[in-house]
């Protein structure tokens, strides 16, 4: 399986600009498929491409499924994340990080959550209301934990 996957690199590396080129899921490399699940527990890939980055060299979108939903996410060669967009549920959210955002909005109910990447790293964007009022509160916290942003609206 190395072998084919040296070889369709080597033939998409010939041609001058590369466009976007599907390739087929056991062509993942294995520290793209860690880093993969570092960023994104339980994915499964169903769609994976290939496409050329003038800062990070190769870098493979992969769109997947996880608990019922659909996602899509970017990662370099070396398994630096590019980009990440998947909305997401409270039961998706590690329970470190809804202790946090328990604290951070007072009380609030989560209404819903999403994925996204900030200067490399994964970023849990949680939104919680206070009862039958309009009041909101935006969080945007890191996946270490760090709380980056407070909106309340």
């Known amino acids: 399986m190395l072998n084919r996957f040296v070889l369709f690199l080597a033939a998409l590396m010939t041609v001058n600009a590369w466009a976007d080129s599907t390739i087929p899921l056991d062509y993942i490399p294995?520290?793209?498929?860690?880093?993969?699940?570092?960023?994104?527990?339980?994915?499964?890939?169903?769609?994976?491409?290939?496409?050329?980055?003038?800062?990070?060299?190769?870098?493979y979108k992969i769109e997947y499924l996880r608990e019922g939903h659909t996602g899509k996410i970017q990662v370099s060669e070396r398994g630096r994340l590019l980009d990440v967009d998947e909305d997401i549920n409270s039961d998706q959210v590690p329970p470190y990080i809804r202790r946090i955002a328990g604290r951070e909005s007072r009380g609030g109910f989560f209404r819903k959550g999403h994925l996204e990447e900030r200067r490399g790293q994964l970023v849990y964007k949680l939104e919680y209301s206070f009862g039958e009022s309009n009041a909101k509160v935006e969080l945007t916290i890191a996946q270490d934990g760090t709380l980056l942003d407070r909106d309340y609206d």
């Open 30 to 59: 294995p520290r793209v498929r860690r880093a993969v699940q570092r960023f994104v527990p339980g994915a499964r890939p169903v769609k994976a491409e290939i496409a050329n980055d003038e800062d990070w060299g190769p870098k």
